[in-house]
């Protein structure tokens, strides 16, 4: 499994251990652009910095394949309308649903786990 992100997650990789390597790309597009092409098994951004323009094409593209692009936060299927606000909690995306299922658990259990730190 190969894992794709952005250098601002470089030091965060708490759950996801079970990617044999680790790959840092700059650009949105073309980081969801190696999950179509099988160079990425996985894409994970947990920063508002994509926006949907960033997403939308490679996005029916990856759901035509059977994968999805889904909010870090909650898992649900990133919708479009005509808010052109970046995605407030990041993306993740794969074409396989159940790794978008262990990030997204991973990402909402390292969350839960900060702010207990916090308190």
């Given at each position: 499994?190969?894992?794709?992100?952005?250098?601002?997650?470089?030091?965060?990789?708490?759950?996801?251990?079970?990617?044999?390597?680790?790959?840092?790309?700059?650009?949105?597009?073309?980081?969801?652009?190696?999950?179509?092409?099988?160079?990425?098994?996985?894409?994970?951004?947990?920063?508002?910095?994509?926006?949907?323009?960033?997403?939308?094409?490679?996005?029916?593209?990856i759901?035509?394949?059977?994968?999805?692009?889904?909010?870090?936060?909650?898992?649900?299927?990133?919708?479009?309308?005509?808010?052109?606000?970046?995605?407030?909690d990041?993306?993740i995306?794969?074409?396989?649903?159940?790794?978008?299922?262990?990030?997204?658990?991973?990402?909402?259990?390292?969350?839960?786990?900060?702010?207990?730190?916090?308190?």
């Amino acid at each position: 499994c190969i894992l794709v992100f952005s250098y601002c997650f470089a030091d965060c990789t708490e759950g996801t251990h079970y990617f044999m390597s680790r790959i840092i790309a700059n650009g949105a597009g073309y980081k969801l652009l190696t999950l179509i092409r099988g160079l990425s098994t996985a894409y994970y951004l947990g920063l508002p910095t994509t926006y949907p323009w960033d997403t939308c094409g490679p996005h029916a593209i990856i759901r035509a394949l059977g994968g999805d692009v889904v909010d870090a936060r909650n898992g649900k299927t990133i919708r479009y309308s005509t808010d052109r606000s970046a995605h407030q909690d990041g993306v993740i995306a794969s074409l396989d649903l159940a790794i978008i299922d262990q990030l997204v658990a991973s990402t909402v259990q390292t969350a839960a786990e900060r702010s207990n730190e916090a308190q």
